[in-house]
């Protein structure tokens, strides 16, 4: 009995060792994937870049270190681009977009506060709240790092919905939204928003049980691919890469900021933040808008920026076949190449087709 016990505990110990080892070398490639990533974008003459902010959100006066990426100076219009939440930061949400765009624009990317892994921005803060992104981030990160005049924004995801309520706060100071699969906009079909409030907002709520349940799947390349294939893209398009990227961010930047958003957010009848009754204020202002929804979303619903492209004039809208959450990493090219033409206000004949050449759909409202 007692060599048993020993035996058992013998392979008990191998099994724990086994794991942190196989934890440490996840860890280790997750850092020289970002390096990799980093390496690229600074190739592309895209320069990685810091400032300080002060920051009072969570009652205390501190001052925050922001990691951001900036490329393209010399180029007269500035977009800004804001990543998603969950496991997102600049370099996963707009790492394979930003060379393609830096050519016509000057592009911006910030880590929000809480986000952007190892060497990312200041984890140390008070709240991640869509208000404190909205009101307290933005305008000191565009004030610190001199950006000015009017400019387009691009937000993904939790990004849009920051890029909404600045824009509705700001609307001179916003000329553009490019709107990815954005949050902040629900649908007015009492069915299809029923739905999405039952169903699809509980894979928010998971990281709400505890801030550690972010490391505990990092620990398993298993259920980081399945959480990729079930909220943004096919099993068959899920990169080796991506893989340890998301693995990484949910080790570094996953727990804190994403369970305070969600905390914050979610209610028994849906989320809190709904801008799709505001949507003519930015009309009102001449703020053009571009919705991009993947059809196969299933974190947040298509019909949402479907229902919004119709509530302001002259909105763009893509829907792009086979993408779930994030089809401008699906279709980067593509993507690239819409924007480009909706900010150069371009109005080839291929921008007014309903049927594009990559099976999407795109419509001048």
């Known amino acids: 009995m007692a060599v048993r016990a020993l035996e058992s505990a013998s392979r008990g110990r191998q099994g724990i060792l086994a794991s942190e080892l196989g934890a440490r070398t996840d860890t280790a490639n997750a850092r020289r994937n970002e390096d990799r990533m980093l390496r690229s974008l600074l190739r592309h003459g895209v320069s990685a870049r810091s400032t300080e902010l002060d920051d009072a959100s969570g009652g205390r006066e ?36 930003i060379p393609g765009l830096l050519e016509k624009f000057h592009i911006i990317a910030p880590d929000l506060p809480g986000y952007g892994g190892r060497s990312g921005s200041e984890k140390n803060h008070g709240r991640s709240t869509l208000g404190y992104y909205i009101n307290g981030f933005l305008p000191q990160f565009l004030e610190r790092t001199g950006v000015g005049g009017r400019l387009d924004i691009a937000g993904y995801s939790l990004g849009g919905g920051i890029a909404l309520g600045f824009a509705l706060s700001n609307p001179s100071a916003v000329a553009n939204l490019v709107l990815v699969d954005a949050y902040g906009l629900l649908p007015s079909d009492r069915e299809d928003a029923r739905r999405f409030t039952l169903v699809q907002r509980l894979p928010f709520m998971v990281p709400q049980l505890s801030p550690t349940v972010g490391k505990v799947l990092s620990t398993s390349r298993t259920l980081v691919r399945w959480g990729i294939a079930h909220a943004e893209r096919a099993e068959e398009d899920i990169s080796e890469s991506m893989v340890l990227r998301m693995q990484q961010n949910l080790r570094y930047g996953f727990p804190r900021a994403f369970y305070e958003a969600m905390h914050d957010e979610i209610r028994k009848d849906g989320f809190a933040t709904n801008y799709m009754n505001r949507l003519h204020e930015l009309d009102a202002a001449g703020v053009g808008a571009f919705f991009i929804h993947g059809q196969r979303d299933m974190l947040l619903p298509p019909s949402a920026s479907e229902e919004a492209s119709r509530r302001i004039a002259g909105a763009w809208l893509w829907m792009p076949d086979g993408c779930g959450h994030g089809p401008h990493l699906d279709k980067p090219k593509e993507f690239n190449d819409l924007v480009l033409a909706f900010l150069s206000r ?6 007014n087709s309903s049927k594009m050449p990559f099976g999407s759909l795109i419509r001048p409202a």
Not at 346 to 351: C, S, V, W
């Open 62 to 97: 501190r001052t925050i270190r922001i990691r951001y990426f900036e490329a393209g100076e010399g180029n007269g219009q500035t977009l800004l681009l804001l990543h998603g939440s969950g496991t997102s930061d600049a370099i996963a949400s707009w790492g394979p977009n």
């Open 346 to 351: 371009r109005d080839d004949a291929i921008l």
